[in-house]
């Protein structure tokens, strides 16, 4: 029997706006935490781990790092559990919960010579704990936000999630250079300042579980709960293998064209291109900062167009112009060249960043959406954008460097297959769905 929508009081301006920072915010910290750790392993990897060649000690910390991908399917599916049956609200407080505890863990934790082999039990624990809760956060925050938002500027509202992604590894750039550059030298490094970002990730991780108490819970959510079909768990996704099919194959092409342009373009520019390392640093930053700043244009625009045009148009130029850009990257003849390269494929790929999220929230009801969204995102992420850098080296290594450039613009072509035949032709969500 179908039931009516429970009276649900109109938001104030200054609760929507509240909410959407305070959805939205989580993500900041959870990337900024998960790249802390990539930033500065170069420096405790030596704590951590019997002491022999740096390269054995950096391999392991690597090692604990793809564990901690593994685990995002995990948290995808567990934190969708539990903000479909809940609260989105009480899914996201425990999402950056979780991460304040395995940030504060590594930041306190004793190194190899104290406690020996507990030293790196504790740090792949608390992975572990990371990855989970950055494998929740995504399914949570695209629901929470697709949900909160007003009707006509949900695209806008959900381009948010992406500038405080972006926003976290900005950030986490940020506290090593000033580390680096202004505080303490590479000796205090590496004997305990990098310790310090850790204890930083962990004071901001509470901030906005504080912050997150003033989160109203939705009303879409509200009237699903009185739905009994609200039970059953990852075997009410069966009954939506074309939604987890389009989450998937929306995913594929978008979380390789955005490693592949982030993280990866670092190591590119300098390893390919042949500039140098300080320069690579300004341009990937200086690149992302301008990705960030573009992705609420995008969300508004969405809005006014539909999310399908733009999607479309990733789909499209990704296809049409990944093989050349990388190529024109290769030989970039100067820093200025190669950074507005750079910005452009970024903006290239910004029709699917900017409202990715609620894209995949509009493909599910209510009852299932966080799940519906984050498992199958987990998943895909976790097996292709986790990979990229290592396909995209791998390729380089046997002398085909060029296959890459390919390999990017087929997960491309498979996300616009996906637009082209498994999306619907209109955006749907309603406070009933």
């Keep these: 029997m179908e039931i009516p929508p429970l009276p649900h009081a109109p938001l104030t301006t200054r609760q929507r706006i509240h909410s959407i920072i305070a959805g939205s ?8 935490d998960w790249y802390v750790y990539a930033a500065f392993s170069l420096y405790f990897a030596h704590a951590f781990f019997p002491h022999g060649n740096q390269t054995a000690e950096l391999l392991r910390s690597a090692a604990i790092f793809a564990i901690g991908f593994l685990m995002r399917p995990i948290g995808g599916w567990i934190m969708g559990l539990v903000a479909d049956r809940h609260g989105r609200r009480f899914a996201l407080s425990l999402s950056v919960l979780a991460m304040c505890v395995g940030s ?15 030293a790196p039990a504790i740090l792949l624990l608390a992975r572990l704990v990371q990855g989970l809760s950055l494998g929740g956060e995504y399914g949570a925050s695209a629901t929470y936000l697709s949900e909160i938002a007003p009707p006509a500027q949900r695209g806008f509202y959900a381009s948010f999630q992406y500038v405080t992604l972006v926003a976290g590894q900005l950030l986490a750039l940020v506290v090593l250079l000033v580390l680096q550059f202004a505080v303490l030298t590479p000796q205090q490094i590496g004997a305990w300042g990098w310790r310090i970002p850790f204890g930083i990730g962990a004071l901001l991780a509470l901030s906005v579980l504080w912050f997150r108490r003033g989160m109203v819970e939705s009303e879409q959510f509200s009237n699903a709960t009185r ?8 075997r009410v996704l069966l009954h939506h293998p074309r939604e987890v099919v ?5 995913t594929l092409g978008g979380t390789v064209a955005f490693y592949t342009f982030t993280i990866y373009m670092q190591k590119y520019l300098v390893n390919t291109t042949g500039l140098t390392k300080e320069a690579s640093t300004v341009i990937s930053t200086t690149a992302l900062a301008v990705f960030a700043l573009a992705q609420p244009f995008f969300g508004a625009l969405s809005d006014r167009i539909g999310r399908r045009p733009l999607l479309l148009s990733f789909g499209i130029i990704g296809c ?43 493909l599910f009801p ?15 992420v976790s097996i292709f954008g986790g990979t990229a850098e290592y396909v995209a080296l ?31 032709s209109r955006d749907r969500i309603t406070p009933e769905a």
């Design 394 to 424: 791998w390729f380089k290594q046997a002398g085909h460097e060029d296959w890459f450039y390919w390999y990017v613009t087929g997960c491309i072509a498979c996300s616009l297959l996906t637009v082209l035949f498994l999306l619907p």
């Design 320 to 362: 049409t112009v990944t093989v050349p850009l990388m190529h024109a990257m290769a030989h970039a003849s100067s820093p200025v060249v190669a950074l507005g390269l750079l910005v452009t494929a970024l903006l290239c790929i910004s029709g699917y960043t900017s409202i990715n999220a609620v894209v995949k929230a509009e």
């Design 104 to 118: 504060l863990t590594i930041a306190l934790c004793p190194g190899y010579d104290s406690i020996g082999v507990f």
């Design 366 to 380: 209510a009852r299932i959406r966080a799940l519906g969204v984050a498992l199958p995102y987990a998943l895909t």
């Design 246 to 250: 389009a989450v998937c194959g929306l």
């Design 25 to 32: 915010s989580g993500n900041l910290i959870e990337y900024y």
């Design 227 to 234: 739905d009994p079909a609200t039970k059953g768990g990852v």
